[in-house]
T-cell receptor
Framework: GAVVSQHPSRVICKSGTSVKIECRSLDFQATTMFWYRQFPKKSLMLMATSNEGSKATYEQGVEKDKFLINHASLTLSTLTVTSAHPEDSSFYICSARDRSGWGANEQFFGPGTRLTVL | GEDVEQSLFLSVREGDSSVINCTYTDSSSTYLYWYKQEPGAGLQLLTY?????DMKQDQRLTVLLNKKDKHLSLRIADTQTGDSAIYFCAEPSGGYNKLIFGAGTRLAVHP
């Protein structure tokens, strides 16, 4: 149980285009999903917290107009990188918290999406 | 703000024990977590410890928590080549329980 999928796993796009990444909780409902960005050999940086049915909460320094987040259902959150540039190339990882989860509040992570902007 | 620190690299011989250390800053954390990341993959929750515990053992994994020093460690007994990965410690933060991660410790296991 507690599987989170991401699609696509890898995407290459041209500079100036927009890319949508999907994060799905496959066997549980997630009121809260998180989007992280990981730079090579670095830790995960939380970008935003996505709440079902409401606006996402962005971390300081993350442009909300650049990284659009939609959490339209209890099993799906999407991250759209708008007008992508080479500096947006990174590994994007989502995680989901089970709404029925007990105290550990553990997050279940997706496998990540490697974005390369040419 | 919260900060989690880890040593960046550890090399061990197959069969030996590995000890990965972490320090954190938020003394109010209810849980502390260890995640494992294999190359090109997402994070897998390895284990966690509740803040009122000093130790937790789960098969080959032993977690030690020193609340006074805000120090967390993960010991892997009989380390195998399949244990080669990056290990992240994390503490929750904020109302949504978002996680603050350390930089990750890259564990290399050699014959």
């Amino acid at each position: 149980g507690a599987v989170v999928s991401q699609h696509p796993s890898r995407v290459i796009c041209k500079s100036g285009t927009s890319v949508k990444i999907e994060c799905r909780s496959l066997d549980f409902q997630a009121t809260t999903m998180f989007w992280y960005r990981q730079f090579p050999k670095k830790s995960l940086m939380l970008m935003a917290t996505s709440n079902e049915g409401s606006k996402a909460t962005y971390e300081q320094g993350v442009e909300k107009d650049k990284f659009l987040i939609n959490h339209a259902s209890l099993t799906l959150s999407t991250l759209t990188v708008t007008s992508a540039h080479p500096e947006d190339s990174s590994f994007y990882i989502c995680s989901a918290r089970d709404r029925s989860g007990w105290g550990a509040n553990e997050q279940f992570f997706g496998p990540g999406t490697r974005l390369t902007v040419l | 703000g919260e900060d989690v620190e880890q040593s960046l690299f550890l090399s061990v011989r197959e069969g030996d024990s590995s000890v990965i250390n972490c320090t954190y800053t938020d003394s109010s954390s209810t849980y502390l977590y260890w995640y494992k990341q294999e190359p090109g993959a997402g994070l897998q929750l390895l284990t966690y410890i509740f803040s009122n515990m000093d130790m937790k053992q789960d098969q080959r994994l032993t977690v030690l928590l020193n609340k006074k020093d805000k120090h967390l460690s993960l010991r892997i007994a009989d380390t195998q080549t399949g244990d080669s990965a990056i290990y992240f410690c994390a503490e929750p933060s904020g109302g949504y329980n978002k996680l603050i991660f350390g930089a990750g410790t890259r564990l290399a296991v050699h014959p």
